[in-house]
């Protein structure tokens, strides 16, 4: 059983390198991976194909792919950009305001919808703007960037780790809203009032034509309404029972996916071009990784792992929580947050049935994967989108501006959050 | 017909070492749309279009967002011009690759390499690779509509 669990974590490390260091994509790695795990267990007797099947979480793939399907449907309408039009012209060019409005925008649409897809439609809405303005679109997109990861950690449908861990831990929506949102608007404040600090001087320069951005009609670029606003009712429908799906004893996945079914049927799209808007690499990536982490649970790797850290006791757990956040940040700052979440969350429960104290460990894991992201351009799918954007214009963001501007907003994000944790240590659920 | 008969053999050009603003004193003094860039032996190595200047000053988001119907007013895009530095470089550094045909060419040979290349004017050159014309589509095509039939006219 010692060479199982040997040669499963062998498997799973090298997966892990190849997908950090961008090697090969990630979405091949999880499926070999995935393969070479069941082949493994089947080999050595420790893992079947109907394990394998059990491991994958279809709450978590279930959640994303419905989420996924109303992103879908509401991309080509143009509400993405009506609302970044709209947030222009109520900024009257003013570039402070420009920021708060453009910031405040793409994390509220983030917080509810896939935030990659939010920023790749407001990120050129962006340029625009600020070059009729003549000024810098540089901060403004970095600011988009930060915020709307920043956000998303406050609901459950914000980011792909809280879809995780609210399914691995049973945490509900209205868990999120409770022990999350409060925490994650002071840090979001503190990022945006740090980014105002950071960019001050960008931001003192007074755009040389502010008329120019009063002529953008919002109502132009909004194609297609009547389809918008279909999604955007059942959007609606389904936060309505987001809050109460957990006294009704229905999965989010249920939620999301029923929400999906009504709005597919209202709308009855073209269906070929719809699920090309769909990440089907995402989801696939997703299954790959819960084939290959069910394989080391059935291993008895984390078993092994928590007997490890059975002094892990001696800490108090507060600093547990702590260093959490922290080890968690500083590795999604440098690769990608998913698989970091979703080899935390079998050491967490390793930890739980070891018969510490987890509730509170959750938020450290989330806060730590969402903020931790803010530090380098690589740290989330929205800071590449952002930074590849503005390479096609004059005034590219560069890793020497990200550290400069991201890394602090990181750093700050999260020893803000720390703080916040520490306080409200005693409040979180057991 | 080749290429010879229906080219226009007063062409304009710019040298090699001009710079990006010399060439387009050029362009505005001469009033074209494409000028061969030559180097000093007078071979074409290079076409630098109006639409590569202009490229220039073009604001980014154009190249971002498909339909730019509903930006009423380009505000300060309109008054933005490139910045001198960039002006002063040599329009090497902007030429695109040339493509040439031969004085002795076939009409149709001349018009299908324009039509599949997308182009709307080509440098012509000699035997020996040197400049000696400028043609366009509508030079080829206005010099094979001169020799199609005539209409017979009934008895």
Same mark, same amino acid.
Request: no cysteine; charged share 15%.
């Given at each position: 059983m010692i060479l199982a669990a040997i040669l499963a974590s062998i498997i799973f490390l090298v997966s892990l390198v190849l997908i950090f260091t961008e090697k090969i994509n990630r979405t091949i790695v999880g499926i070999a991976g995935a393969a070479l795990m069941v082949g493994l267990g089947k080999l050595l007797g420790f893992y079947s194909e109907s394990q394998a099947v059990a491991a994958v979480d279809f709450n978590t793939l279930g959640l994303l792919l419905g989420m996924m399907i109303l992103v879908a449907l509401l991309e080509p309408t143009g509400f993405f950009q009506y609302l970044a039009v709209w947030a222009g012209r109520v900024s009257k060019g003013h570039p402070v305001r420009l920021l708060v409005l453009l910031g405040t925008v793409t994390t509220v649409v983030s917080m509810f919808l896939d935030n990659v897809t939010t920023v790749i439609l407001i990120a050129p809405v962006t340029i625009l703007i600020c070059e009729i303005l003549g000024i810098s679109p540089a901060p403004f997109l970095l600011a988009e960037a930060l915020l709307s990861d920043t956000g998303g950690v406050a609901t459950l449908v914000g980011d792909p780790p809280n879809v995780l861990i609210g399914s691995a831990a049973g945490?509900?929506?209205?868990?999120?809203?409770?022990?999350?949102?409060?925490?994650?608007?002071?840090?979001?404040?503190?990022?945006?009032?740090?980014?105002?600090?950071? @960019?001050?001087?960008?931001?003192? %320069?007074?755009?040389?034509?502010?008329?120019?951005?009063?002529?953008?009609? #919002?109502?132009?670029?909004?194609?297609?309404?009547?389809?918008?606003?279909?999604?955007?009712?059942?959007?609606?429908?389904?936060?309505?029972?987001? @809050?109460?799906?957990?006294?009704?004893?229905?999965?989010?996945?249920?939620?999301?996916?029923?929400?999906?079914?009504?709005?597919?049927?209202?709308?009855? #799209?073209?269906?070929?071009?719809?699920?090309?808007?769909?990440?089907?690499?995402?989801?696939?990536?997703?299954?790959?990784?819960?084939?290959?982490?069910?394989?080391?649970?059935?291993?008895?790797?984390?078993?092994?792992?928590?007997?490890?850290?059975?002094?892990?006791?001696?800490?108090?757990?507060?600093?547990?929580?702590? %260093?959490?956040?922290?080890?968690?940040?500083?590795?999604?700052?440098?690769?990608?947050? %998913?698989?970091?979440?979703?080899?935390?969350?079998?050491?967490?429960?390793?930890?739980g049935a070891a018969g510490m104290d987890i509730g509170p460990l959750w938020w450290a894991l989330a806060f730590g994967a969402g903020f931790g992201g803010n530090g380098t351009i690589v740290g989330s799918t929205a800071n590449i989108v952002v930074a590849t954007l503005s390479e096609k214009t004059r005034t590219p963001i560069t890793s020497k501006l990200w550290n400069k501007r991201g890394l602090p907003v990181m750093l700050a994000t999260c020893a803000v959050a720390t703080i916040l944790y520490i306080l409200v240590f005693p409040l979180f659920p057991r | 017909m080749h290429i010879h008969d229906c080219m226009k053999s007063h062409v304009f050009f710019i040298p090699s070492t001009a710079s990006i603003s010399e060439a387009a004193a050029v362009f505005v003094k001469r009033h074209v749309g494409l000028l061969p860039v030559i180097d000093d032996q007078g071979k074409p190595i290079g076409v630098l279009r109006l639409a590569d200047l202009l490229s220039l000053e073009l604001p980014d988001f154009v190249n971002l967002i498909a339909d730019v119907e509903f930006v009423h007013d380009f505000g300060a895009v309109e008054t933005t011009r490139p910045e001198p530095e960039l002006l002063a470089r040599p329009v090497t550094s902007l030429m695109k690759p040339v493509m040439t045909v031969e004085e002795d060419s076939g009409l149709l040979r001349a018009y299908a390499l324009m039509l599949q290349h997308d182009l709307m004017d080509m440098p012509v050159v000699n035997a020996k690779g040197e400049l000696v014309g400028i043609v366009s589509r509508v030079d080829i095509g206005t010099a094979v509509l001169s020799i199609w039939p005539t209409e017979r006219k009934s008895p």
């Open positions: 945490l509900s929506f209205i868990d999120f809203l409770i022990y999350a949102l409060p925490i994650v608007l002071v840090t979001w404040l503190t990022a945006l009032f740090l980014l105002r600090y950071l @960019f001050r001087r960008e931001l003192a %320069i007074k755009p040389r034509n502010m008329k120019a951005v009063m002529k953008l009609n #919002p109502a132009e670029v909004f194609e297609d309404r009547k389809t918008a606003r279909r999604v955007l009712i059942v959007l609606g429908g389904a936060i309505l029972l987001f @809050f109460v799906s957990h006294f009704l004893h229905i999965s989010p996945a249920f939620v999301a996916l029923s929400a999906a079914g009504v709005a597919l049927v209202w709308i009855r #799209p073209d269906v070929k071009k719809m699920l090309e808007h769909i990440e089907w690499s995402v989801l696939i990536f997703f299954a790959g990784l819960f084939v290959m982490v069910g394989g080391l649970e059935a291993a008895g790797v984390f078993e092994a792992l928590v007997r490890l850290l059975e002094h892990a006791n001696a800490i108090p757990p507060v600093l547990f929580g702590v %260093i959490i956040i922290w080890v968690v940040a500083g590795l999604s700052a440098i690769v990608d947050n %998913i698989p970091i979440t979703i080899a935390m969350i079998p050491v967490i429960q390793g930890l | -």
